[in-house]
Every structure is written in C-alpha cells, then in structure tokens.
C-alpha cells in the first residue's frame, strides 16, 4: 500500500518554463511534507518543506502548494533550468511517526536547454 | 543543516559475506535513520537509530540481517549480512539535526556478485 504517490514517473520541460511535480498522499496522520532532489551517485538534497497548517511555501524559484482536502502537493519550479535535471521525491512525516519519512516514487525531470 | 559522511562510497562484494557501511555527522544528533534505494526504487527505511537505545527496524527488516551500531550521538555503523545479490542497492544514512527536515548522507552503492 503506497501512501505517497508520484503518479508520473517523468517529466519534460523547457528552460526557462514551469515544471509542475505532483504528489499525493493517503495517510491523513501525515502532517508534514518535504521535496528531495536527487542527481545519481548523490544522496537527495533537501529542497523545501511545508507544514500541514499552511498550504503554501516559497523559497527562491521553488514553491509547494498544499491542498490538504485533496490530499495533494505539488512543486512548482520557475523558471525551470538545466541543472533542475535530476529526480525528485516527495516525502511525508506525521507528528507521531518520530519524524519517519515516507517517500513517493521519484519524479525524473529533464529540462531542456 | 548538517554534513554527512559515508564510507565506503561504493564497493563489489562476493555472496554470502558481509560489509559494514559507516556515517559519521559533523555534530551531535539524536535522530539517525537508514535508508535503501534498491534500482529503480524510491527510498525505503529500514530502521531509526537513536543513541542509548536498540535500533527500530521496518518491516520486512531485521537485525540479523541489518545489525547497526550507534555509539555516540555523531556516528553510525549498518552491517549488510550474509549478501546476496537481492542486496544490491544504495545504502543512505540521514539525520535530523532540527525539528523535521532530514538531510542525507552521499550514500554507499553496493553490489553483490
């Protein structure tokens, strides 16, 4: 049973244009999310984070949008650039989980010069 | 945030013997996890490893398989036992040296011949 989902495996952008990642999630305990970005021979890299009592943050060219209802996250990248090219994951934590992380699948973002 | 170290970066190894994976974290840290990506896979967890007390494993984890050490609040050890070529992945170490946000080690990339 996934609890966190990355319905498509890929995505191919221009530079210089939005990339939209999608997440979604079932477990309703989950009430913290985090987007990684991986290149390969790499651990992931921390991105950016959101709390379940917001449904938006930002930071630089990147925001994550929360809809809670939905159970649904996206990451917006803008303007999208070459070195963006990597995999991302999301991830989710409830309060009473000891900050264990669940991951989604992995989406593989290509931007294209 | 915090730095992570993880030797070795990559090794081969033969069927049936094992190969101890170390993380050593630039400071103190309660909260210390270990992560599989097996190819093509997002990350599992396969067990929380807090100082002063046995490590937690996941299911489908056990330390017979996976013994770790946590000797102190800055250094790890994973032990991959009795290997097989099912054990062929990347092993990650991550820790929380905050509130929520994990940050990963480069990993070790293991294969088993």
């Known amino acids: 049973d996934q609890q966190v989902k990355q319905n498509s495996p890929s995505l191919s952008v221009q530079e210089g244009r939005i990339s939209i990642l999608n997440c979604d999630y079932t477990?309703?305990?989950?009430?913290?999310f985090l987007w990684y970005k991986k290149y390969p021979a790499e651990g992931p890299t921390f991105l950016i984070s959101?709390?379940?009592?917001?449904d938006k943050n930002e930071d630089g060219r990147f925001t994550v949008f929360l809809n809670k209802s939905a159970k649904h996250l996206s990451l917006h990248i803008v303007p999208s650039q070459p070195g963006d090219s990597a995999v991302y994951f999301c991830?989710?934590?409830?309060?009473?989980?000891?900050?264990?992380?669940?991951f989604g699948g992995g989406t593989r973002l290509m931007v294209k010069p | 945030s915090a730095v992570i170290s993880q030797k070795p970066s990559r090794d081969i190894c033969q069927r049936g013997t094992s190969l101890t994976i170390q993380c050593q974290v630039d400071?103190?840290?309660?909260?210390m996890f270990w992560y599989r990506q097996q190819p093509g896979q997002s990350l599992t967890l396969i067990a929380t490893?807090?100082?002063?007390?046995?490590?937690?494993?996941e299911s489908g984890f056990v330390i017979d398989k996976f013994p770790i050490s946590r000797p102190n609040l800055t250094f790890s050890t994973l032990t991959v036992s009795n290997m097989s070529p099912e054990d062929s992945s990347i092993y990650l170490c991550?820790?929380?040296?905050?509130?929520?946000?994990?940050?990963f080690g480069p990993g070790t990339r293991l294969t088993v011949t």
């Open positions: 490893a807090n100082q002063g007390s046995e490590a937690t494993y």
């Open positions: 991550s820790v929380v040296p905050g509130s929520y946000e994990q940050y």
């Open positions: 959101i709390s379940s009592i917001k």
């Open positions: 991830a989710a934590s409830a309060y009473n989980a000891g900050n264990m992380l669940t």
């Open positions: 477990n309703s305990m989950f009430d913290y």
């Open positions: 400071s103190q840290v309660t909260m």
